[in-house]
C-alpha cells in the first residue's frame, strides 16, 4: 500500500482547503481510500471514504455538506474539498487503504494503510 496525502494549511474559518492523496495504481485500484484526521487530545476519527468498485462516498455527519471526496482515475489521486472550514476542523488529516467495496463500511472496518499525515489548521 503506497498512498501519499497533501495539501493541508492554514486558512481563516470560512476558507478552502482541497487534500490530495496520492496512491499507487495497485493501491488506487484496489482499496476504497478513507480521510481521516486526528485532533490534539483526541481520537483519530473517520471524515470521508470513497469506493472506486460501486462509486458510492460517505461523510461523516460533522462533515456532511461542506466537504467533498472525489477521484481521479487517471492521476490515481483522491481529493478531499474542504470549505466552509471550521476551527474544529483543525487537525492532522490522513488518507487510509481501506480493503471494502463500499464506502459506507470503510469506517467499520480495519485499514491496511497508512498516507503520512497534512496538517489542517482553520483559525477563527
Known amino acids: 500500500v503506497q498512498l501519499q496525502a497533501s495539501g493541508g494549511g492554514l486558512v481563516q474559518a470560512g476558507g478552502s482547503l482541497r487534500l490530495s492523496c496520492a496512491a499507487s495504481r495497485d493501491t488506487f485500484d484496489d482499496y476504497a481510500i478513507g480521510w481521516f484526521r486526528q485532533a490534539p487530545g483526541k481520537e483519530r476519527e473517520g471524515v470521508s471514504c470513497?469506493?472506486?468498485?460501486?462509486?458510492?462516498?460517505y461523510y461523516a455527519d460533522s462533515v456532511k455538506g461542506r466537504f467533498t471526496i472525489s477521484s481521479d482515475s487517471a492521476k490515481n489521486t483522491v481529493y478531499l474539498q474542504m470549505n466552509s472550514l471550521k476551527p474544529e476542523d483543525t487537525a492532522v488529516y490522513y488518507c487510509?487503504?481501506?480493503?471494502?467495496?463500499?464506502?459506507?463500511?470503510?469506517?467499520?472496518?480495519?485499514?491496511?494503510?497508512w498516507g503520512k499525515g497534512t496538517q489542517v489548521t482553520v483559525s477563527s
Open positions: 470513497i469506493s472506486n468498485f460501486d462509486g458510492s462516498t
Open positions: 487510509a487503504a481501506i480493503p471494502v467495496a463500499s464506502s459506507h463500511v470503510c469506517f467499520d472496518h480495519g485499514v491496511d494503510g
